[in-house]
C-alpha cells in the first residue's frame, strides 16, 4: 500500500493568493484527518471526514478554511485568501473505522506564505 | 490548560540508559491512548496503544492510570535510533488530541 499521499510536499506563496492541498488517503479507509503542526501550538485538528462526509470542522480556524471530499480517495484543503500566520506544516491522516483508532499520516505540506 | 501537557524536554540521555515520558490530560472521558513518535521534519507514526493493563513492545512500556488521568512511556536499553519527539495522544469518540511532545535525544 502506498499509505496516504499529500502534494505538494512544499508551498510558497504570497499573501493573499489562494492555496489547494491535496490529499489521498489509504484505499479502504473510512475516516481522513486534517491536522496542522506549528511550533507554537503543536498538532491541531482542523476537520475530519467519515465516508467522505465532514463530521467536525470546529478546529477550522476561519472561513477562509474549506475542506471538501468529493470523493473516498480524494480531499481537498483551501485557504483563501491566505495570510503568513496560516504557514505551517498541514497533514492529512486517515483511519481505518471507527474501531480501529490509528491514524496514518501523510508526509505533510510545507506552507510559507510571504 | 491545556487538554494533553507533556514535558517538552528535551530530553538527552546516553545508549543504554533507561528513560521515561509522562503526559497527563484533562478529559477524564477520554477513552484510548496513544504514544506516537514524530521524527525531525517527518510525519507522526504510532509507536504503541495504551492499555488499562499497561502493554510491553520490546523496549518500550505504556501505562495508564486513568485515577490520576496521566499516561506513561517507559524505554529501556535506550538506541541512537530512538532519538525523536514522542507525542502523546489521547482520544474521545475521533477527537485525537495531541500533546505537544517531549523531544529525546539518545547520544553515544
Known amino acids: 500500500d502506498a499509505g496516504v499521499i499529500q502534494s505538494p510536499r512544499h508551498e510558497v506563496t504570497e499573501m493573499g493568493q489562494e492555496v489547494t492541498l491535496r490529499c489521498k488517503p489509504i484505499?479502504?479507509?473510512?475516516?481522513l484527518f486534517w491536522y496542522r503542526q506549528t511550533m507554537m501550538r503543536g498538532l491541531e485538528l482542523l476537520i475530519y471526514?467519515?465516508?467522505?462526509?465532514?463530521?467536525?470542522d470546529s478546529g477550522m480556524p476561519e472561513d477562509r478554511f474549506s475542506a471538501k471530499m468529493p470523493n473516498a480517495s480524494f480531499s481537498t484543503l483551501k485557504i483563501q485568501p491566505s495570510e503568513p500566520r496560516d504557514s505551517a506544516v498541514y497533514f492529512c491522516?486517515?483511519?481505518?473505522?471507527?474501531?480501529?483508532?490509528?491514524?496514518?499520516f501523510g508526509s505533510g505540506t510545507q506552507l510559507s506564505v510571504l | 490548560r491545556k487538554e494533553v501537557e507533556q514535558d517538552p524536554g528535551p530530553f538527552n540521555v546516553p545508549e543504554g540508559a533507561t528513560v521515561a515520558f509522562n503526559c497527563t490530560y484533562s478529559?477524564?472521558?477520554?477513552?484510548?491512548f496513544f504514544w506516537y513518535r514524530q521524527d525531525c521534519r517527518k510525519e507522526p507514526k504510532l509507536l504503541m496503544s495504551?492499555?488499562?493493563s499497561g502493554n510491553e513492545d520490546g523496549r518500550f512500556t505504556a501505562q495508564l492510570n486513568r485515577a490520576s488521568q496521566y499516561i506513561s512511556l517507559l524505554i529501556r536499553d535506550s538506541k541512537l535510533s530512538d532519538s525523536a519527539t514522542y507525542l502523546c495522544?489521547?482520544?474521545?469518540?475521533?477527537?485525537?488530541?495531541f500533546g505537544a511532545g517531549t523531544r529525546l535525544t539518545v547520544k553515544p
Open positions: 491522516a486517515s483511519s481505518m473505522d471507527r474501531e480501529d483508532e490509528k491514524l496514518f
Open positions: 484505499s479502504g479507509h473510512d475516516y
Open positions: 471526514f467519515n465516508n467522505n462526509v465532514p463530521i467536525d
Open positions: 478529559n477524564s472521558a477520554s477513552q484510548s
Open positions: 495504551v492499555y488499562s
Open positions: 495522544v489521547v482520544n474521545q469518540l475521533y477527537d485525537m488530541r
